[in-house]
């Protein structure tokens, strides 16, 4: 690598360390040199191609107010529930300000506690008598802390009230483990999903592509696909349907459900899957699923 861009890079580097503090750049100049970083190439914003590509012209040109809502890990919950019916949300325990709100005395004996503006701030307690407080405490408040917005400029998460929500813990008796089931919709249609398995496991987590034939896809992100091929969920084709009416009108969506001892719950909706900056393995699939992404009219840009 040449000196010249050694220093290219160590300068971008910088900018992106005292952005994510500051918030100085705006959006789409933070988002074309994170993206160079990433990939050491040029983000094509004006016509993208690749999937990759494409989340970043989201981030930037399609700013529907309800997407903060959608991410919302509470407020999210009530949409759903309107969409597709109570039955499929997990039950809020509780909902609080701050850590130190927190009764432990009065919660189950199992539950999960999360942040509702982030992605990673969790603490999956299945024995309250063996739960380390403080531990619980240093996580969740440095989530609450964190700016997610400013990581990746996924706008939506701006304006999310940060506080913490316990739900219900979730144990699946049937398969031994708790997988996500992640479907990827365009515009109201779903066209692939993943399986992310072995989630609480020792090793590395699971990610293994399937279209909706249950084909397995024979590329890798992010995660290793799974020593075995995990099987088909007994309600995959209810999932599709829940996951294309909970995307209906927008662009691009993930929507992950679990499954239960036979009964699917809605885990979340991500509108930039990864935040655009993980590589596929092979290449060639960022630009497939790049064109399952129809890119609707600009909307207004802020910064």
Not at 17 to 30: C, F, H, T
Not at 96 to 119: E, M, Y
Request: contains cysteine.
């Amino acid at each position: 690598m040449k000196i010249n861009e050694i220093l290219k890079l160590v300068i971008y580097k910088l900018l992106l360390i005292i952005d994510e503090k500051l918030e100085i750049l705006p959006d789409s100049k933070y988002l074309k040199i994170k993206y160079y970083m990433t990939f050491r190439k040029k983000l094509n914003i004006d016509n993208p191609k690749s999937y990759n590509e494409k989340l970043q012209w989201l981030k930037l040109y399609d700013r529907n107010k309800k997407y903060t809502t959608l991410v919302d890990k509470y407020e999210v919950k009530k949409y759903v529930a309107s969409v597709i019916g109570e039955d499929y949300i997990i039950p809020t325990i509780a909902v609080f300000n701050s850590f130190d709100d927190i009764d432990f005395s009065k919660l189950p004996d199992k539950f999960v506690i999360k942040c509702t503006h982030d992605s990673g701030g969790l603490i999956i307690c299945s024995d309250k008598s063996k739960l380390n407080i403080k531990n619980a405490r240093r996580i969740i408040n440095k989530s609450l802390k964190k700016n997610y917005y400013r990581i990746g400029r996924e706008w939506p998460y701006k304006n999310v009230k940060r506080k913490i929500i316990i739900e219900k813990y979730m144990q699946d008796f049937t398969d031994g483990e708790l997988r996500d089931y992640k479907f990827f919709c365009f515009n109201g249609k779903a066209k692939l999903m993943f399986i992310a398995s072995n989630r609480q496991g020792k090793g590395d987590t699971y990610f293994d592509f399937f279209d909706l034939d249950f084909n397995h896809l024979s590329f890798e992100q992010g995660h290793p696909n799974a020593p075995s091929i995990p099987h088909k969920p007994i309600n995959f084709d209810k999932m599709i349907v829940l996951a294309e009416k909970l995307s209906k009108n927008i662009p691009h969506v993930r929507v992950d459900f679990y499954e239960v001892n036979g009964k699917i719950y809605f885990g979340e909706m991500t509108f930039f899957h990864y935040s655009g900056f993980t590589r596929f393995n092979p290449e060639k699939w960022d630009f497939e699923l790049g064109k399952l992404i129809n890119l609707p009219n600009k909307k207004e840009r802020k910064k």
